[in-house]
């Protein structure tokens, strides 16, 4: 994918085509939809820097009862753990800083790995539950 904001309704339309097929219920697709948005925005703008020479690179696939989503840039990488924490009092009226805060509530498992020779990694995983 480009490294443009209009990526990210690309990556939003695959992965749903994905977990609607895989039967994921309606407010699951929900929360797909804002994990994957959330992570492919911080790609191209905090990974790639918008860069028209780099690229996202997204897969969606399905195992077992489990989508697997990753995300990866071309950027630096990043390190999660060292990002502020978005719920610290002085970090509370910043208008961004909450998107991962948001992803792994969304998500049943969420990885970052630092790819060699540049860029992250993100993978998402959500799990399919089937109604009793």
């Given at each position: ?68 989503v990753t995300v990866a840039d071309e950027g630096s990488g990043f390190d999660p753990d060292s990002l502020p924490d978005p ?46």
């Amino acid at each position: 994918l480009d490294s443009t904001l209009e990526s990210v309704d690309s990556a939003e339309e695959l992965v749903l085509k994905v977990a609607r097929e895989a039967g994921f219920p309606e407010e699951e697709l929900h929360k797909i939809s804002m994990a994957v948005r959330e992570t492919v925005v911080n790609a191209v703008v905090h990974g790639n820097r918008y860069s028209a020479h780099k690229k996202v690179h997204l897969s969606a696939c399905l195992d077992q009862d489990r989508l697997l989503v990753t995300v990866a840039d071309e950027g630096s990488g990043f390190d999660p753990d060292s990002l502020p924490d978005p719920l610290a009092e002085e970090n509370l009226l910043h208008q961004s800083g909450r998107g991962l805060l948001l992803v792994r509530a969304f998500v049943d498992e969420f990885q970052v790995r630092k790819l060699n020779p540049t860029g992250a990694e993100v993978r998402l995983v959500k799990r399919l539950t089937h109604a009793p």
